[in-house]
């Protein structure tokens, strides 16, 4: 009889096998130390892997995950990955991954309920409420869904930089950039959202020239 999850067990023996071909070191380089210059905070969504869309192999980019890719004052999963990337991995940017048609996002959009993970999404709700003119200007459904993936993952650089390990980051002067990306399911194609902080004096700036753009760019559909 096959164990549990046979094919998923095959799967990491050929790809492996497929590594050590290519690089018969790359384990033994691997296990030595992770040195990633990037934190990457996305969602949980399956089809957003993180160091496969920017064709980077495993050991570049420090990775959490969760639904919507929210950045909570009180999730100390979260607060604890910023600081081990930060004060120990010593990463040179976290980026922070929305993408369009995000299924939370879309909860939020059709004020559905879906069990526990509402409260969690309260924050995006707290995102669409703070921004609720710039949605209400948009006719079609999808538009909406991309404009809030767009104005969620600026909103949670905001609560990046205000973390304490960010802020002390940038007190001791730390080279440290916090940046907004959305990517699109439909193409693969990663967009800029034009938020780009690395110091606490250029946060409001830079979230203000960030909103601006996006109220004078087209919504983005893919």
């Not at 993180?50 to 979260?78: M, W, Y």
């Not at 949605?135 to 973390?163: F, H, K, S, Y």
Request: hydrophobic content about 40%; overall charge negative; glycine content about 4%.
């Amino acid at each position: 009889m096959n164990a549990p999850l046979h094919e998923l067990l095959e799967s990491n023996r050929r790809w492996s096998a497929e590594m050590r071909a290519q690089d018969p070191r790359f384990f033994e380089q691997l296990a030595k130390q992770q040195s990633p210059k990037y934190l990457w905070i996305g969602c949980s969504d399956s089809r957003v892997p993180a160091t496969q869309i920017v064709d980077l192999p495993p050991g570049e980019i420090f990775v959490q995950r969760n639904v919507a890719n929210v950045v909570s004052h009180s999730d100390l999963n979260c607060l604890s990955a910023i600081q081990f990337a930060v004060d120990i991995l010593k990463v040179e940017h976290i980026i922070v991954v929305g993408h369009y048609g995000c299924g939370g996002v879309q909860a939020v959009l059709d004020e559905r309920r879906l069990g526990l993970v509402d409260n969690w999404l309260r924050h995006v709700g707290d995102v669409a409420e703070k921004h609720n003119s710039m949605l209400a200007g948009l006719d079609l459904m999808p538009l909406r869904n991309a404009r809030l993936c767009e104005l969620n993952a600026i909103e949670q650089v905001t609560n990046v930089c205000r973390t304490t390990m960010v802020m002390d980051a940038w007190e001791r002067g730390q080279k440290l950039s916090v940046h907004a990306w959305c990517y699109s399911l439909d193409n693969g194609h990663m967009s800029d959202l034009n938020m780009h902080v690395d110091s606490r004096a250029e946060l409001q700036p830079a979230y203000e020239h960030a909103l601006q753009r996006l109220l004078r760019v087209p919504v983005a559909m893919s």
